[in-house]
């Protein structure tokens, strides 16, 4: 099965958001030769506790440092963008990098201070037309606008075959039926909606319809899950103690500088949190035994196409360790 990394660039504890973009272009590095197939980054705002706010900038810089890799976003949060824009930087990034580039697309909202001024509309209030923003940016990727449509005579650079590959992400139940009426690729965020990952695929799978322009003939169906792996399932759970103290602190309205070391999070907690015997847990984490056997059972109710993993260890020769424990289960 093939094997994707989300990456939110966890900024090190002691360390400086320079320091994170430093790993991630490691962490690529270790995928690619591990023969992973996509290390996308993601979009963040209002914590200097992950680096990655722009995507667009970092996927260049990890693909001037990668060879075959497939590299992209995960996801560019389209409801503050205009769609031109957001197609001129990736057709750009296509012509640097042909046959290399993913445009993941979602929407989230990072906050009212950060909202409004990340909107297109500064008076703060927010305009749901996600699904009339993802139609023209697949027309402006595509060159495929309809005639009669308000921009179809702008002619969209750099003038370039081919464009990077769509794809829709989300965590919610509507976002499925968008991708599929659209014919593109969907990818659920099973981290954040643990529960909604069987029926949002399912869901995807009955509302597609393959399209001429995006050339998928059948659904094409990923699922992303957070995964801390490590030689010992006592190990892993350390390694999680830093997301459990984010989500806590997240939780009561707080959005720390930095992330926690374990130590620091054991010490919030006052002990280990021990891995989840739930179903479907937000955090996969153990050993590659245990590991396995959760994620088989999410693969078995969900029969994705691709799996991404996402995580926010915080010490970097642990992460890459994790990859690569992953990779060995996966591939």
């Known amino acids: 099965m093939d094997l994707g990394i989300v990456d939110i660039c966890p900024t090190p504890p002691n360390g400086t958001q320079a320091d994170a973009f430093r790993n991630a272009v490691d962490l690529a590095q270790r995928a690619e030769a591990l023969g992973i197939k996509h290390y996308w980054l993601a979009e963040h705002h209002g914590s200097a506790a992950v680096a990655s706010h722009a995507p667009e900038i970092l996927i260049e810089h990890v693909a001037s440092a990668t060879q075959t890799i497939r590299v992209g976003s995960g996801a560019v949060l389209l409801n503050h963008y205009s769609p031109l824009k957001v197609a001129e930087q990736f057709r750009t990034l296509h012509a640097l990098h042909p046959g290399r580039i993913d445009l993941g697309v979602g929407r989230a909202f990072a906050g009212p201070v950060a909202d409004i001024a990340l909107q297109r509309h500064r008076d703060g209030r927010r305009v749901d037309d996600h699904a009339d923003q993802v139609f023209e940016l697949l027309s402006w990727l595509t060159g495929t606008m309809p005639p ?17 590959e769509m794809l829709l992400l989300g965590s919610s139940q509507s976002s499925p039926h968008l991708a599929g009426q659209l014919g593109l690729p969907y990818v659920f965020a099973g981290f954040i909606s643990p529960q909604g990952a069987v ?34 399932t006592e190990e892993a759970e350390r390694l999680a103690m830093p997301v459990r103290h984010m989500y806590a602190t997240l939780s009561s309205g707080k959005l720390e500088r930095r992330l926690s070391t374990p130590e620091q999070a054991i010490a919030h907690f006052g002990k280990v949190i021990s891995a989840e015997n739930d179903e479907w847990p937000r955090f996969v984490i153990g050993d590659p035994a245990r590991v396995a056997s959760v994620l088989e059972r999410m693969i078995e109710q969900t029969r994705p196409d691709e799996i991404m993993i996402q995580d926010l260890i915080t010490d970097h020769g642990s992460r890459a360790r994790s990859h690569a424990l992953i990779a060995d289960l996966l591939q």
């Not at 449509?149 to 990077?164: N, R």
């Not at 799978?205 to 094409?220: A, D, I, T, Y």
């Open 148 to 164: 009669g449509h308000a921009f179809a005579s702008l002619d969209l650079a750099p003038d370039v075959p081919g464009w990077p």
């Open 199 to 232: 029926p949002a695929l399912a869901s995807y799978r009955r509302s597609f319809r393959p399209s001429q322009v995006v050339g998928l003939e059948k659904p094409h169906a990923i699922l992303a899950i957070h995964v801390v792996c490590a030689d010992t």
